[in-house]
């Protein structure tokens, strides 16, 4: 029978949803990296705002201080499921403010969609995206197509306790190397070296096509990632 969560089993959850905020508000940096290499200000602008209310929650909820030890199965998937929801409710304030979605629950689908490579959208007038919406689009399908557990565990952020549970949690049992942190490390460095070198080739492809080579890589990139995790 499944037991009621606690006020402990609460502030657990809690404190691990923070962890993933936080992790996501770093990610956020690359977006807005993108928005200041090409001087899209208005884009820019959302993105440190995002980036600004992702870390105030995050902080928020890591203050819900716990006591180092292992997940229990309830707890990893309640972490797992909630990280999905909270993290694409969280994604969706940039991308709402583009002016690209007719209303909210429009972003907050595309949030969803990426983070679960989905790979359906709701965008409106796509041909004018800006560099950096487009960037923090194909950011979200590749930390949902390797797995947002395993990504957050690749940068050793729960350690190899809590990090066993919640791995687990998201539906993988397979361990390349005893340590699951090693193991996430070694699936994610296939997938970046596959990427690289998928991009490295398209790139040369959009070349002799004629577009300029800024423009010829950021395409390569993006089109490489959505290759790999939607097929």
Known sequence: MWQRFTLYDLRVIGHYLGTLLLF?????????ATALVFQEWEPAARYLAAIGITMVAGCSLRFLRIEPGRLDRRQALAVTGFAWVVLALFASFPLYFSGHYMTYLDAIFDGVSGLTTTGASLIVDLDRLSYADNM???MQHLLGGLGLIVVALSFGLFGKRAGASL???EGRSEHVVPNVVQTTQ???KIAVAIILVATCVVTVLCLFAG???LRAGLQSLWLSISAFVTG
Request: hydrophobic share 60%.
């Open 24 to 32: 996501f508000a770093a990610l956020m940096a690359l977006p807005l």
């Open 136 to 138: 923090f689009r194909f």
């Open 167 to 169: 791995y687990t949690s």
């Open 186 to 188: 070694f699936i994610s």
């Open 211 to 213: 577009l300029e080579p």
